[in-house]
């Protein structure tokens, strides 16, 4: 279980609270209005983001002082963030450590995962010679294999047409699920949030409100959404 003990994380001078737990295993939609504090929610539970009040915690140990690296956090972020002079297979081996040449086993291992998001064949391309769909798989890949609990996207696939973004958001949480993983995800489409995840985390003006199950949440949503979901 992820708990956020009357926590407040700073981005600049932006403050955003939050005060609830996620349980291990789910997938959580991250909601709410441009500017509410979304991606700071993300960026605190990642370490990117100070945290000046309260507690975090995963499977009860404190990790609100633990450098971002060594958190049990993966993230996924829309620019997807793969290095241009890097190979897919290069760039997904970094997931395991610097090594740019892996031995066998960790070599099978990101064979492996490369087949899983459907990279099999194009290990050797450089990421410019990827379409952007291919691009955000092998982003996905590299975020599999390191093998954190928490696996946080942060809209990693709002530049892929309807379509394409759909069947990512689906493939990823299929592959985190079957990994064992919990997902916390930031989006703009509530039917995304419908189609994937079990609860919403609603955010609005510098609050995250506790997970509610999804279908309920936007049935009957807070007040403070009632503007944002109609
Ligand atoms: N470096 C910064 N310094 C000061 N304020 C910032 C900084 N970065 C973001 N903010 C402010 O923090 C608030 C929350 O930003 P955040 O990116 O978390 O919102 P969001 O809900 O993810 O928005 P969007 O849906 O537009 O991505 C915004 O009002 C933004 O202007």
Redesign the pocket.
Known sequence: MLTLDKVTFM????P?SADFTIDAHSVVAVI????????????GIAGFHEQVAGRLTWRGAAIGAVPPAQRPVAMLFQDNNLFPHLTVFQNVALALGPSLRPDAGARARIMDMLAQVGLEGLAERKPAALSGGQQSRAALARALLQDRDLMLM??PFSALGPALKDRMLDLSVELAKAAGRTVVM?T?DPDDAVRVADTIVG?AA?RAFAPQPAQDFLRNPPEAFIDYLS
């Open positions: 981005n600049g001078g932006f955003l709410g209005p441009s500017g509410a504090g979304k991606s700071t929610l993300l960026g942060d809209e930031v703009h955010v510098g």
